[in-house]
């Protein structure tokens, strides 16, 4: 029953199930569709953690305007 032909079509379908569902799908099903794909979305944010940077990129060039520009 779960061959590897089986399997495939399977995760196929699954993947246009979580896709596209809630376009074309009737109610029920395309709910289902978008709660389904936003819990895999909130795992997969989940897993990375929020990123910042360690320095200031812009602080030069605000020191730059604090002390009047472009100097020669």
Do not use: H
């Not at 779960?2 to 029920?28: A, E, R």
Request: glycine share 10%; proline share 6%.
């Amino acid at each position: 029953m779960f061959n590897k032909g089986n399997m495939g079509l399977l995760f196929i379908v699954f993947l246009i199930f979580v896709g596209f569902g809630d376009s074309f799908l009737p109610k029920p099903l395309s709910t289902f569709s978008l709660q389904t794909r936003t819990a895999i979305n909130n795992t997969v944010i989940g897993w990375f953690p929020k990123w910042t940077l360690k320095t200031n990129p812009y602080k030069r060039t605000e020191k730059a305007l604090e002390n009047g520009g472009n100097k020669k």
